[in-house]
């Protein structure tokens, strides 16, 4: 089931990454990154007040109930949210900058760093098929900075790849405690509020990091998309996190499948932003879904 979980997040993230390239197109970043985690804590409130105020359609125990927990819990959900919002930020400014076709292959990678820290943490161990897997997607990463410098990206020296390469790395370290929350906690507190403490993260760095220079960057406008961008989040984060809570469920696996998403995004570049060298790219895509491939008959 875990594995079903995890196929249906990929495909969710997918679109959310279309959206968020949508919406931060000559958009100001921090307006739309704040509206997304207030949406998503509206997409959460009710069924936080309602689980602490005993309503009958949230019993104790069901899908959607959000235990009522103290400091002693709270304090890993903030630090959770400090990481993810940490990633997205440097991976927001660096979408903005960077074609999705480039963005998506880079972020495909990210479990091979969360595949070090499943081994090493949680003494995970890889079979044959498995490890076909993740050397394809690893051989996909080196074939898109070639395809990359034929767009005028050098992958050692471009900022917005660094800031993209970085979110990954946090993305990665996410995962990995994400792993840990859910050996301890339900998944609806960790999700609910870390959202939560998000939006509170957000309005300090838009009221006093953003909002006094706003005039000299670049504007804010109203799109759409951003509203998407939250939904499509939280239903990934939902069945992400109830894939991690089964028992002999593989964060390296999981998160490995989760990249998987890449496809959709690729397809929207090619089709909605019009990007170039699709045909090299291409390439890259096709190691990262033969890579998907083998982790799936890899993990049955």
Not at 72 to 89: A, D
Not at 191 to 203: D, K
Not at 285 to 295: E, P, S, Y
């Amino acid at each position: 089931m875990w594995l079903i979980l995890s196929f249906a997040s990929a495909a969710l993230l997918g679109f959310y990454d279309v959206f968020k390239k949508k919406s931060l197109d000559d958009n100001a970043v921090i307006p739309v990154l704040f509206i997304n985690t207030l949406v998503c804590s509206l997409i959460f409130a009710p069924l936080i007040i309602g689980s602490a105020m005993g309503v009958s359609w949230l019993p104790k125990g069901s899908l959607f109930y959000v235990p009522v927990e103290g400091w002693e819990v709270h304090k890993y959900i903030l630090l959770k949210s400090f990481i993810v919002l940490s990633s997205w930020i440097l991976g927001y400014f660096g979408m903005k900058h960077l074609p999705l076709t480039i963005v998506g292959p880079i972020n495909a990678t990210r479990p091979v760093m969360v595949l070090v820290g499943a081994l090493l943490i949680f003494g995970e161990r890889l079979n044959l098929y498995q490890w076909i897997g993740v050397l394809l997607a690893v051989a996909s990463f080196f074939m898109l900075s070639h395809s990359g410098k034929k767009e005028g990206i050098d992958f050692k020296h471009d900022k917005w790849i660094l800031f993209i390469v970085l979110a990954a790395l946090l993305g990665a370290i996410s995962g990995l405690y994400d792993k840990y929350l859910m050996n301890m906690f339900p998944p609806m507190i960790v999700q609910s509020w870390y959202n939560v403490y998000q939006l509170g993260m957000m309005g300090i760095i838009l009221l006093f990091m953003w909002y006094p220079i706003r005039k000299k960057t670049t504007p804010f406008h109203w799109d759409w998309t951003i509203i998407l961008i939250s939904f499509f989040l939280s239903a990934a984060d939902f069945v992400y996190f109830y894939a991690l809570s089964y028992q002999d469920s593989m964060i390296s696996i999981v998160s490995m499948i989760r990249r998987g998403s890449v496809v959709v995004s690729f397809l929207f570049g090619a089709a909605l932003f019009h990007e170039k060298n699709l045909k090299s790219k291409a390439i890259d895509l096709v190691l990262v879904l033969i890579g998907m491939v083998f982790l799936y008959f890899g993990s049955h």
